[in-house]
């Protein structure tokens, strides 16, 4: 019985130390298990923690290629502004470059037509004596370009009434009748006296017109060959005043002057057709003719002078008696 109760404690001893030795592989296995998940979960942690890392990394990588990128793109569009401008600036520079030549250009075309003009058009003479007073500066002349057409030729007094020793002012027009009668008498009579030996071109003739208008004078004036009042000048009044000056009545009327502007006939209308050979012409009187041989003509001019002056002075005295008595 001893025995049997010593194996029963031993076996209990056993049974508990075996108990207990199951007990702590447990506790181990356990702490093992929990450790390998700790690490387990550790590793994931990392793991995570890593791919976190690197995702970051990542993302701040990216924002600084990102950032990169659009610094460079930002480079880029400065450079290509900066090119842009630059190109813009060079277009405008060379545009105002063109545009200052250009004017630089104009202006010397300019001057050169200025200079072109002052060359060829030199300032009018100042002219003097008994014609400009009568008929002004300028004088027509008319030269036929074709069958058709006829051009206008402007020219001094004084210079195309030089060396003329018989001035005839004509007064005639288009619509009247025994003018254009006249007109083709006249003509030839005109170009009958310029031919005679030893005084060619010793005769001219200004047509003051009583036409009513320009282009009638214009028209008109292709039948003569002489020279004219300018249209503007004979239609008005000065046109007028001669008329009045030499007697005029009707038309056509014809007066002869001499170089220094006195007159020789009011009534050369009447004497061309009775002398058409033209022997007594310019049909002055006898004292006339004796004055002119004597007298020379500096003279003559000197003396008219002092006459129209005093002519001129008696005008103006009878004027201021006439509006005292009147008033």
């Given at each position: 019985m001893k025995r049997i109760k010593l194996n029963l404690v031993l076996l209990f001893i056993v049974l508990s130390s075996a108990l207990q030795i199951l007990t702590v592989q447990g506790q181990?296995?356990?702490a093992d298990v929990a450790t390998a998940e700790k690490d387990e979960s550790g590793s994931e942690e990392s793991v995570v923690t890593s791919d976190a890392v690197e995702e970051e990394q990542q993302e701040t990588k990216t924002g600084e290629d990102a950032e990169l990128d659009s610094d460079d793109e930002k480079s880029e569009d400065n450079l290509s502004s900066d090119i842009n401008d630059s190109?813009?600036?060079k277009e405008e520079e060379g545009e105002a470059k063109v545009a200052e030549t250009e004017t630089e250009q104009q202006k010397t075309s300019e001057n050169a037509n200025e200079a072109a003009t002052e060359e060829t058009s030199p300032e009018p003479p100042k002219q003097s004596g008994p014609f400009i007073d009568l008929l002004g500066d300028?004088?027509?002349s008319l030269q036929m370009v074709d069958e058709t057409h006829a051009q206008l030729n402007a020219h001094y007094t004084n210079e195309v009434l030089h060396g003329k020793k018989i001035i005839g002012l004509y007064f005639s027009a288009d619509w009247c009748g025994p003018c254009k009668q006249f007109t083709p008498?006249?003509?030839?009579?005109?170009?009958?006296?310029?031919s005679r030996k030893g005084k060619q071109n010793t005769f001219e003739i200004v047509w003051v017109s009583r036409c009513r208008d320009?282009?009638?004078?214009?028209?008109?004036?292709?039948?003569m060959n002489w020279l004219a009042l300018p249209p503007e000048e004979a239609l008005g009044a000065?046109?007028?005043?001669?008329?009045?000056k030499y007697k005029g009545k009707g038309i056509p009327h014809l007066v002869l002057l001499d170089e220094l502007g006195s007159v020789i006939t009011l009534?050369?209308?009447s004497k061309i057709p009775q002398d058409k050979a033209g022997i007594g012409f310019p049909w002055r009187n006898p004292f006339t003719t004796l004055y002119i041989t004597l007298v020379p003509k500096s003279l003559r001019f000197v003396i008219k002078s002092h006459v129209h002056t005093i002519k001129e002075k008696i005008k103006e005295s009878t004027s201021g008696i006439l509006a005292k008595v009147t008033k």
């Open positions: 181990d296995q356990g190109a813009e600036q300028t004088l027509l008498e006249l003509v030839s009579f005109y170009n009958k006296i310029n320009v282009k009638s004078f214009g028209q008109y004036f292709t039948h000065r046109g007028q005043e001669l008329f009045t009534d050369a209308r």
